[in-house]
């Protein structure tokens, strides 16, 4: 299994990014965003259920940020907009294959300049 992550980058607070996670290897029930700040535990940022039936955020990213998944083309993206500094971290993508089997990619950094 393999989940290569990629869009990350700097952008002044007020932008956006989009960001992308390409996965191969097997199919998953359910797929997801992580991020870590420095000195902070891993947090989810989205998750995509069951090919796109349910989706939940946190609280924080609510309203800004948008889950999806293109199953055709076995990838998951994260649209941010209204980006924020404390929106700063490392982003991780995470699927769960329906052995539930986690997986994850290597992490993409965002910086979010005030």
């Known amino acids: 299994v393999q989940l290569v992550e990629s869009g990350g980058g700097l952008v002044q607070a007020g932008g956006s990014l989009r960001l992308s996670c390409a996965a191969s290897?097997?199919?998953?029930?359910?797929m997801g965003w992580y991020r870590q700040a420095p000195g902070k535990q891993r947090e989810l940022v989205a998750a995509?259920?069951?090919?796109?039936?349910?989706?939940n955020y946190a609280d924080s990213v609510k309203g800004r940020f948008t889950i999806s998944r293109d199953n055709a083309k076995s990838t998951m993206y994260l649209q941010m907009n209204s980006l924020k500094p404390e929106d700063t971290a490392v982003y991780y993508c995470?699927?769960?294959?329906?052995?539930?089997?986690?997986?994850w990619g290597q992490g993409t950094q965002v910086t979010v300049s005030s």
């Open positions: 995470h699927a769960r294959d329906w052995g539930y089997q986690n997986y």
């Open positions: 995509i259920i069951s090919g796109g039936i349910s989706t």
């Open positions: 290897g097997s199919t998953f029930n359910a």
